[in-house]
């Protein structure tokens, strides 16, 4: 599976941006298919994820209320909705992709076989 992530830009802080990640070469549906996020110098972080059909989604605690994972499946794609941007949300988000995951929430970084190229959020105060 080859995933594509895009929608990244410079925004203010409280400002909102819509990222997307087309996939490709896989059948999409089954698939999770998590978001996360590395700022500089910093490890890699959960942010979101969303099961095979959309039916359920999980968020890293830093992000609950503010952001929102969906996907089209027709389409191949999964969206993150970033919205009440902070400063601290500055990063590179990666889209990827599981079959399964191995725990509840769907956090643990190491299920995902596939990883996208990640596009750049940055959140000026």
């Known amino acids: 599976v080859q995933l594509q992530a895009s929608g990244g830009g410079l925004v203010q802080a409280g400002g909102s941006l819509r990222l997307s990640c087309a996939a490709s070469g896989g059948i999409f549906s089954n698939y999770v298919m998590g978001w996360f996020r590395q700022a500089p110098g910093e490890e890699r972080e959960f942010v979101a994820a969303?099961?095979?059909?959309?039916?359920?989604?999980y968020y890293g605690d830093s992000v609950k209320g503010r952001f929102t994972t969906s996907r089209d499946n027709a389409k191949n794609t999964v969206y993150l909705q970033v919205n009440a941007l902070k400063p601290e949300d500055t990063a590179v988000y990666y889209c990827a992709a599981t079959s399964a995951c191995s725990g509840y929430g769907c956090y643990v970084l190491t299920d995902y076989a596939y990883w996208g190229q990640g596009t750049l959020v940055t959140v000026s105060s």
């Open positions: 969303i099961t095979w059909g959309g039916m359920t989604t």
